[in-house]
């Protein structure tokens, strides 16, 4: 059995592949040579990867988010594709947002603000039972970010596309399902995967029927939001609009430009896609066994190109 890893550190994924699959070899796209492999294992891979892949019997996406692999040209159209579902990301992806709705919460926002005008003010302080979170996006990493707010102490909102039951998470779902959760969150967290339906959800009508100083937190796919109608609804400079401010992870074009004028607004935070990087330790054991599960014939969940996860 041949492996062909493509990913940035590609030579710790082959090490941790190399101890998970010891009969199996383990090469990267930077290994010379062009012997076809049996399986994939690959992030943001260029069109070029899949040239002479004759014998491809899998191809396994180093992360949890498809929409890059399946826009690739030379993707492969009769392959069954498997995603990482969660591999230690969950926990590192519910930190994040913790941190986001606690920044907001407690108002840094406005303290760090405060210290760029020497003032000195303290906030009243809202309780957590009063600040109600939504999360979009209730798969493997969604369910788990959702309730953990909800042991937090935060009344949560949930939404998916199909029903859903969450302990602890008030459930939302389909068309009639998402105003509804907006109308009742002050702080709206982004989680879901980049499809047709998803791309631009968050557009002006929907930032609209959030409630006045609602903020925003993306840690998800960058092509959910509309980055027009968010500026609109920030308002100009420090001046609070609809929204009192977003936190944003992930973006249509990465790295960011520099001219985007997210940049420069004092109520947006950046981060460079680093909410939920993934951990080789436990992805190499779910790569591994996806490998084993494909390479007997076992049924494995799949990727449907169609829906877009």
Not at 59 to 73: K, M, T, Y
Not at 271 to 285: I, K, L, W, Y
């Amino acid at each position: 059995m041949r492996v062909l890893v493509h990913i940035d550190e590609a030579d710790t994924w082959r090490e941790a592949l190399a101890r998970r699959l010891p009969d199996a070899d383990i090469v990267t796209s930077d290994d010379p040579g062009d012997t076809p492999a049996d399986y994939l294992a690959v992030w943001k891979p260029p069109a070029s990867l899949f040239e002479g892949q004759t014998r491809l019997k899998g191809i396994i996406n180093l992360g949890a988010g498809v929409d890059a692999l399946l826009a690739n040209p030379g993707l492969p159209r009769d392959v069954p594709i498997v995603k990482l579902r969660d591999a230690g990301m969950a926990p590192l992806m519910a930190d994040y947002v913790r941190f986001g709705v606690l920044y907001f919460q407690r108002d840094f926002d406005r303290y760090f603000a405060q210290q760029g005008h020497t003032t000195w003010h303290e906030q009243p302080l809202t309780d957590k039972a009063d600040w109600p979170v939504g999360v979009l996006g209730l798969g493997a990493i969604g369910a788990h970010v959702a309730r953990v707010l909800a042991d937090d102490g935060f009344p949560v909102h949930g939404w998916s596309r199909s029903a859903r039951s969450l302990d602890g998470v008030t459930c939302h779902h389909g068309e009639a399902g998402l105003p509804e959760l907006l109308g009742r969150v002050r702080t709206l967290v982004t989680l879901l995967p980049d499809t047709d339906s998803t791309r631009g959800l968050i557009d002006a009508k929907t930032l609209s029927r959030l409630p006045e100083g609602a903020t925003l937190i993306n840690p998800g796919r960058g092509s959910l939001i509309d980055t027009a109608a968010l500026l609109d609804a920030l308002g100009p400079g420090e001046q609070e609009g609809h929204l009192r401010g977003a936190l944003l992870d992930a973006f249509t074009e990465e790295p960011l430009p520099r001219d985007n004028p997210l940049w420069a607004h004092p109520r947006v935070r950046i981060t460079p896609h680093m909410a939920a990087p993934t951990p080789v330790r436990d992805a190499a054991d779910q790569v591994a066994e996806l490998i084993r599960a494909l390479d007997n014939g076992e049924d494995v969940e799949t990727i449907d190109p169609r829906a877009g996860y």
